[in-house]
């Protein structure tokens, strides 16, 4: 597709269960990230990759989660245990360069964990 | 945590008028990003500025790199009514990710 695409749009998760997000960047975009997003705050930063290498993974608020980008195109955030506090939206962005600021963004997958 | 601080936080606007939203610092940049969110969308890129005092249009949209460095503004002019969202400013961190401010919405006025 044209653009970042991300799936599933909403996922409802009960607390305790695993959830796996799925994020497709755009066909030839080295760098990959992604973000969570709280209600009523700007996008904060989780991860980084660099085709199939994670060089960033300070944003990750615990180790419950864990994302992968095993062929350096499409990328799996995954959350265990899922938790109140997990609730946000995900979304994930790609560029074409490293270090390019010119990342173009998903539409997110709006994470409910009741 | 966040170090963008952005105002006002919210906004109302009638069509036609013209917007003015800013975004300070306390440290120096060298970039300055300006992005939209619509609801239920990604931000998308509006505007991006690379050197002090920079001056670019996007269209209705001007914004403008702070001599200091250390602000930027935003400004629409004659706004529609598709220009509702939240905007954000945003600047790079050490990885190409991006490090954003709390955003500015902008509603229609009741």
Redesign the interface.
Not at chain 2, 40 to 45: A, I, S, T
């Given at each position: 597709g044209a653009g970042v695409s991300q799936s599933p749009r909403y996922k409802v998760a009960k607390r305790g269960q695993d959830v796996a997000l799925r994020c497709d960047p755009i066909s030839g975009h080295v760098s990959l990230f992604w973000y969570q997003q709280a209600l009523g705050q700007g996008p904060e930063f989780l991860t980084y990759f660099q085709n199939e290498a994670q060089l960033d993974k300070s944003g990750l608020p615990s180790d419950r989660f864990f994302a992968e980008r095993p062929e350096g195109s499409v990328s799996t955030l995954k959350i265990q245990r899922t938790q109140q506090e997990d609730s946000a939206v995900y979304l994930c962005a790609s560029s074409l360069a490293p270090l390019n600021t010119e990342a173009f963004f998903g539409q997110g997958t709006r994470l409910t964990v009741v | 945590g966040?170090q963008l601080n952005q105002s006002p936080q919210s906004m109302f606007i009638q069509e036609g008028e013209d917007v003015s939203m800013n975004c300070t610092s306390s440290s120096i940049f060298n970039?300055w990003?300006w992005y939209k969110q619509d609801p239920?969308?990604?931000?998308?890129?509006l505007i991006?500025l690379y050197k002090a005092g920079e001056l670019t249009s996007n269209g209705r949209l001007t914004a403008q790199f702070g001599i200091t460095r250390k602000d930027s503004f935003l400004n629409i002019s004659a706004s529609i009514p598709s220009d509702v969202g939240i905007y954000?400013c945003?600047k790079?961190?050490?990885?190409?990710?991006?490090?954003?401010?709390?955003?500015t919405k902008l509603s229609v006025k009741p």
């Open positions: - | 966040q970039t990003l239920g969308e990604g931000p998308v890129l991006a954000f945003a790079p961190g050490s990885q190409g990710n991006l490090i954003f401010g709390k955003g």
